[in-house]
Protein backbone atom coordinates (compact mmCIF):
# COMPACT_ATOMS: atom_id res chain seq x y z
CA UNK A 1 0.00 0.00 0.00
CA UNK A 2 1.53 3.41 -0.82
CA UNK A 3 1.21 6.04 1.72
CA UNK A 4 1.02 9.71 1.58
CA UNK A 5 4.51 10.47 2.02
CA UNK A 6 5.76 7.70 -0.22
CA UNK A 7 3.51 10.22 -2.98
CA UNK A 8 5.65 12.78 -2.19
CA UNK A 9 9.12 11.22 -1.91
CA UNK A 10 8.14 11.48 -5.60
CA UNK A 11 8.31 15.76 -4.86
CA UNK A 12 9.03 17.53 -8.25
CA UNK A 13 9.95 20.27 -6.31
CA UNK A 14 12.23 20.74 -3.37
CA UNK A 15 13.19 23.86 -1.14
CA UNK A 16 15.07 24.38 2.70
CA UNK A 17 14.77 27.57 4.65
CA UNK A 18 16.94 28.98 7.24
CA UNK A 19 14.91 31.91 9.48
CA UNK A 20 15.68 32.99 12.91
CA UNK A 21 13.12 32.25 15.51
CA UNK A 22 11.31 35.20 15.27
CA UNK A 23 7.51 36.29 15.05
CA UNK A 24 8.84 38.46 11.58
CA UNK A 25 10.07 35.13 10.48
CA UNK A 26 6.81 33.36 10.19
CA UNK A 27 5.75 35.29 7.12
CA UNK A 28 8.57 33.89 5.26
CA UNK A 29 7.63 30.61 6.56
CA UNK A 30 3.79 30.67 5.32
CA UNK A 31 5.08 31.98 1.97
CA UNK A 32 7.26 28.79 1.43
CA UNK A 33 4.04 26.76 2.79
CA UNK A 34 2.08 28.45 -0.01
CA UNK A 35 4.29 28.03 -2.66
CA UNK A 36 4.68 24.42 -2.09
CA UNK A 37 0.85 24.05 -1.97
CA UNK A 38 0.45 25.79 -5.27
CA UNK A 39 3.38 23.59 -6.80
CA UNK A 40 1.59 20.47 -5.56
CA UNK A 41 -1.86 21.69 -6.69
CA UNK A 42 -3.57 21.40 -3.14
CA UNK A 43 -7.10 22.65 -2.77
CA UNK A 44 -8.46 25.86 -1.34
CA UNK A 45 -8.79 23.52 2.12
CA UNK A 46 -5.55 21.24 2.41
CA UNK A 47 -3.57 24.76 1.51
CA UNK A 48 -5.29 26.20 4.39
CA UNK A 49 -4.91 23.07 6.92
CA UNK A 50 -1.26 22.73 5.97
CA UNK A 51 -0.28 26.81 6.29
CA UNK A 52 -2.66 26.81 9.65
CA UNK A 53 -0.55 23.40 10.99
CA UNK A 54 2.90 24.74 10.23
CA UNK A 55 1.58 28.43 11.21
CA UNK A 56 1.16 26.95 14.66
CA UNK A 57 4.06 24.62 15.39
CA UNK A 58 6.57 27.31 14.50
CA UNK A 59 4.91 30.09 16.05
CA UNK A 60 5.19 27.37 19.13
CA UNK A 61 9.00 26.91 18.41
CA UNK A 62 9.34 30.80 18.78
CA UNK A 63 7.43 31.78 21.96
CA UNK A 64 7.53 28.71 23.62
CA UNK A 65 10.60 27.22 22.70
CA UNK A 66 13.20 29.59 22.52
CA UNK A 67 11.15 31.64 24.92
CA UNK A 68 12.21 35.23 22.90
CA UNK A 69 15.58 33.92 22.55
CA UNK A 70 18.17 33.15 20.10
CA UNK A 71 17.50 30.36 17.58
CA UNK A 72 17.20 29.43 14.41
CA UNK A 73 14.30 27.59 12.86
CA UNK A 74 14.95 25.10 9.25
CA UNK A 75 11.73 24.41 7.48
CA UNK A 76 12.18 21.97 4.60
CA UNK A 77 9.82 21.02 1.88
CA UNK A 78 8.76 18.70 -0.51
CA UNK A 79 6.00 19.29 -2.84
CA UNK A 80 4.78 16.21 -6.04
CA UNK A 81 1.47 15.27 -7.38
CA UNK A 82 0.53 13.46 -4.32
CA UNK A 83 1.09 15.99 -1.99
CA UNK A 84 3.42 18.39 0.20
CA UNK A 85 5.67 17.30 3.37
CA UNK A 86 7.33 19.83 5.69
CA UNK A 87 9.64 19.50 8.11
CA UNK A 88 10.22 21.76 10.72
CA UNK A 89 13.39 21.75 12.62
CA UNK A 90 15.09 23.60 15.50
CA UNK A 91 17.11 23.66 18.44
CA UNK A 92 14.47 24.57 21.26
CA UNK A 93 14.06 22.31 24.16
CA UNK A 94 12.85 19.07 23.05
CA UNK A 95 9.29 19.11 22.43
CA UNK A 96 6.87 16.27 21.48
CA UNK A 97 3.83 17.90 20.26
CA UNK A 98 1.53 14.67 20.32
CA UNK A 99 2.92 13.81 23.61
CA UNK A 100 2.39 18.23 24.43
CA UNK A 101 -0.93 18.43 23.23
CA UNK A 102 -4.38 18.40 25.69
CA UNK A 103 -7.62 17.99 24.28
CA UNK A 104 -9.96 20.34 23.21
CA UNK A 105 -12.50 21.78 26.10
CA UNK A 106 -15.78 19.25 26.40
CA UNK A 107 -18.63 21.14 24.70
CA UNK A 108 -20.68 23.84 26.56
CA UNK A 109 -18.04 24.56 29.17
CA UNK A 110 -18.41 28.33 29.22
CA UNK A 111 -14.62 30.40 27.53
CA UNK A 112 -14.17 31.61 31.12
CA UNK A 113 -13.73 28.53 32.87
CA UNK A 114 -11.92 26.69 29.47
CA UNK A 115 -7.76 25.67 30.35
CA UNK A 116 -5.38 27.95 28.61
CA UNK A 117 -3.60 26.72 26.12
CA UNK A 118 -3.56 23.38 23.83
CA UNK A 119 -5.88 23.99 21.06
CA UNK A 120 -3.44 25.11 18.45
CA UNK A 121 -1.50 21.79 18.92
CA UNK A 122 -4.33 20.01 18.73
CA UNK A 123 -5.43 21.45 15.38
CA UNK A 124 -2.14 21.38 14.05
CA UNK A 125 -2.02 18.00 14.49
CA UNK A 126 -5.90 17.52 13.15
CA UNK A 127 -5.42 19.46 10.38
CA UNK A 128 -2.74 16.76 8.54
CA UNK A 129 -3.27 13.87 7.20
CA UNK A 130 0.54 12.49 8.23
CA UNK A 131 2.32 13.63 11.43
CA UNK A 132 5.67 12.80 12.88
CA UNK A 133 8.03 13.65 15.37
CA UNK A 134 11.82 12.81 16.49
CA UNK A 135 14.29 14.08 18.49
CA UNK A 136 17.89 13.17 17.25
CA UNK A 137 20.78 15.26 17.61
CA UNK A 138 19.30 17.72 19.81
CA UNK A 139 17.19 18.91 17.49
CA UNK A 140 13.19 18.69 17.28
CA UNK A 141 12.04 17.49 14.06
CA UNK A 142 8.23 17.66 13.03
CA UNK A 143 7.13 16.29 9.44
CA UNK A 144 3.64 17.31 8.31
CA UNK A 145 2.15 15.69 5.39
CA UNK A 146 -0.94 16.45 3.24
CA UNK A 147 -2.15 14.90 0.32
CA UNK A 148 -3.39 16.58 -2.82
CA UNK A 149 -6.28 14.59 -3.60
CA UNK A 150 -9.90 14.80 -1.58
CA UNK A 151 -8.50 16.75 1.35
CA UNK A 152 -10.62 19.51 2.17
CA UNK A 153 -11.98 18.35 4.88
CA UNK A 154 -9.86 17.70 8.52
CA UNK A 155 -9.63 14.22 8.91
CA UNK A 156 -10.45 12.51 12.45
CA UNK A 157 -7.36 12.16 15.05
CA UNK A 158 -7.62 9.45 17.89
Avoid at 65 to 76: A, E, L, M, P, S
Avoid at 93 to 99: I, L, R
Avoid at 107 to 118: M, S
Wanted: with cysteine.
Amino acid sequence: MTTVTDMVELARTSCVLEVPATVGALGEIASLVLRLAAAAGLGKGATYRLRLAVDELATNVVMHGYRGGDGRITVRGRSGPGGVQIVIEDCAPPFDPVEGRLPPACPGVPPEQRRIGGLGIHLALTSVDEFGYAHRDGRNISTLTVKAEGTDRCPPRP
